[in-house]
């Protein structure tokens, strides 16, 4: 199984590196990082880069594809080529994929049409002003279109899809393998749950105004 994921200038970090961890144990997996050229693709906060050892060019038809989010998402959001090759992709995936406001980007290139799909909690009016239909879950299955919420949910997008692909005793060994075992010092992850005064500092401070 080929698994493409694609990256650019500014995505954040875990939306690709948590799918990376997971869906990269499953058996006969291949996974390659994927950018409009090959070379060093800097994330949101640009101290940690990673390697795009393949172009959009070299890699078309990918059995599974993940479009992580960030602040950069609005250039492949512009960019035809990008668009062109997930279209293409997404005619010949097993399953294509989001995390965070990559839903964003799947939107822009047309596939999200008709579709349910969800994206990190201050993306969604940004997803829903495309005419998606937005659903406020952490994991959203629609067809062979899955979409996560923001960020770390890539990694429960990831165990689910792992599941579908293998069965869930080897989406479980996965789980074990990473030690994925949440227990966070604050009950302050959701919008609908972080105190109010919490939920205004994020978005004073919100990367969406700037991105969107």
């Known amino acids: 199984m080929d698994i493409a994921i694609f990256i650019f200038d500014r995505f954040t ?5 948590g ?3 997971t869906l990269s144990r499953l058996p006969d997996a291949t996974v390659t990082f994927v950018a409009a050229e090959r070379g060093l693709v800097r994330t949101d906060v640009g101290s940690l880069g990673l390697m795009a050892d393949a172009s959009i060019e070299e890699l078309t038809e990918p059995d599974v594809v993940v ?3 960030g602040p950069g998402q609005v250039l492949p959001m512009g960019d ?3 668009l062109a090759w ?3 992709a997404h005619e010949h995936t097993q399953w294509t994929t989001s995390v965070c406001t990559g839903s964003l980007i799947l939107a822009a290139a047309g596939l999200l049409e008709g579709k349910r799909a969800t994206t990190h909690w201050q993306g969604m009016e940004f997803l829903a002003a495309t005419g998606v239909e937005v659903v406020d879950q952490r994991v959203v299955f629609d067809g062979k279109i899955v979409t996560a ?5 890539g990694i429960d997008m990831g165990l689910a899809l792992a599941a579908r692909v293998a069965g869930d005793e080897v989406a479980q ?3 074990l393998g990473i030690e994925y075992d949440p227990q966070p ?3 302050a992850g959701s919008r609908h749950k972080a105190p109010p005064a919490v939920v205004e500092l994020l978005e004073a401070r919100s990367r969406f105004r700037d991105a969107s």
Do not use: K, N, W
């Not at 970090?13 to 590196?17: G, P, Q, W």
């Not at 919420?149 to 949910?153: F, I």
């Open 173 to 175: 060994a996965i789980q």
């Open 80 to 82: 035809e080529a990008t």
């Open 67 to 69: 479009v992580p989010g």
């Open 86 to 88: 997930l279209r293409h």
């Open 149 to 153: 919420a923001g960020v770390s949910a």
């Open 185 to 187: 010092p604050f009950d």
């Open 19 to 21: 799918p990376y961890e």
């Open 13 to 17: 970090a875990l939306d690709a590196v």
